[in-house]
């Protein structure tokens, strides 16, 4: 008997392909820095049972219009706001994530970006790999404090948390902002809450850790870094959608506020010639917030065991949409 097409969008960790390969016929890309052009995902989709994917991957409409057997997307991440999540239920297809996992994972890479921003870190490193370092000077690369100074946290979900866990250990006083209070955090950390005006106008460093979708959706815009300090910090390791980039590059530009730190772009990968890369107070990564060795293979196995449960028409273990089970 033929098994079953599983896509798999991107070469993933072997534990994880070794679960998915008793069940199914899989068809990969294998192509490590390049995305799965959406023209081939569309043609590999039209036989598929099940699609492994990736934020960097667009399941929209058509795709799923498109896969007539699809029972199943599970993707290697906790967002999903890349699947239409809408046309997958309207389907009765099921699509599953990976929530929790990365949390801490994540929080560090946000503290060590807010640090390496803060103490100008990507700065110092190219100074002395380009020979300028001559001497010691009073006043050479120096930045700003972070022991004692107030983190403005937006999005106080596990990740935002997390963050402010680590500030506590920094002694910093926490700010946050949120779709609600969180008595029990402000309880055991000291933080607190208040408006998103407050939040900007009083934060050293502000932190944005908000989902992505319509809601948030150019959440920090003109307005937004007008009210910030002019020595304030912005750090984004969440959804580059929720900035509004020209915006964030005239406040740097112009100084409104002092530096910023970012994992994620509204376009990714992004562009060379992106306005925010030619500025020096600017420190970007790659989109790596789950980056670690192990987080990352936990988050393969835990997608690879929701396509499994969908291809043996068993709940998902990390649903995003239970209502297809209740038809």
């Given at each position: 008997m033929n098994q079953p097409k599983v896509v798999v969008t991107r070469r993933i960790p072997l534990q994880a392909m070794e679960l998915i390969r008793p069940h199914a016929t899989i068809f990969l890309w294998d192509k490590e820095e390049?995305?799965?052009?959406?023209?081939?995902?569309?043609?590999?989709?039209?036989d598929a049972v099940a699609i492994y994917t990736n934020v960097a991957d667009k399941i929209d409409r058509e795709i799923i219009e498109a896969a007539p057997q699809l029972k199943v997307v599970s993707t290697m991440a906790v967002g999903y706001d890349n699947i239409d999540i809408a046309a997958a239920t309207a389907r009765g297809i099921a699509v599953g994530h990976t929530p929790g996992v990365l949390t801490e994972t994540t929080a560090d890479l946000t503290f060590a970006l807010l640090m390496a921003t803060a103490r100008r870190v990507a700065e110092g490193h190219d100074f002395v790999k380009a020979g300028k370092w001559a001497s010691w000077a009073p006043m050479l690369l120096t930045g700003q404090d972070i022991y004692g100074a107030t983190i403005g946290i937006i999005g106080l979900g596990r990740i935002g948390e997390a963050v402010a866990r680590r500030a506590a250990g920094f002694g910093m006083n926490i700010l946050y902002y949120n779709r609600n209070p969180r008595p029990e955090v402000e309880a055991e950390l000291g933080?607190?809450?208040?408006?998103?005006?407050?939040?900007?106008?009083?934060?050293?460093?502000?932190?944005?850790?908000?989902?992505?979708?319509?809601?948030?959706?150019?959440?920090?815009?003109?307005?937004?870094?007008?009210?910030?300090?002019?020595?304030?910090?912005?750090?984004?390791?969440?959804?580059?959608?929720?900035?509004?980039?020209t915006a964030l590059y005239d406040a740097l530009k112009n100084g409104s506020i002092w530096a910023a730190g970012l994992d994620v772009f509204d376009v990714e990968p992004v562009p060379l010639h992106h306005p925010l890369l030619s500025l020096p107070n600017v420190t970007?990564?790659?989109?790596?917030?789950?980056?670690?060795?192990?987080?990352?293979?936990?988050?393969?196995?835990?997608?690879?065991?929701?396509?499994?449960?969908?291809?043996?028409?068993?709940?998902?273990?990390?649903?995003?949409?239970?209502?297809v089970y209740e038809k």
């Open positions: 390049e995305p799965i052009p959406q023209n081939v995902l569309l043609q590999e989709a039209r933080a607190r809450y208040v408006e998103l005006e407050a939040l900007l106008r009083q934060s050293d460093y502000v932190v944005l850790l908000a989902p992505g979708g319509g809601g948030t959706y150019r959440l920090m815009g003109a307005r937004e870094f007008g009210l910030m300090k002019p020595n304030a910090i912005f750090i984004n390791t969440s959804r580059g959608t929720n900035v509004d980039e970007v990564l790659p989109h790596i917030g789950s980056a670690s060795i192990a987080t990352r293979t936990r988050m393969a196995v835990m997608a690879a065991q929701n396509l499994v449960a969908g291809l043996m028409d068993e709940v998902l273990p990390h649903v995003v949409n239970p209502q």
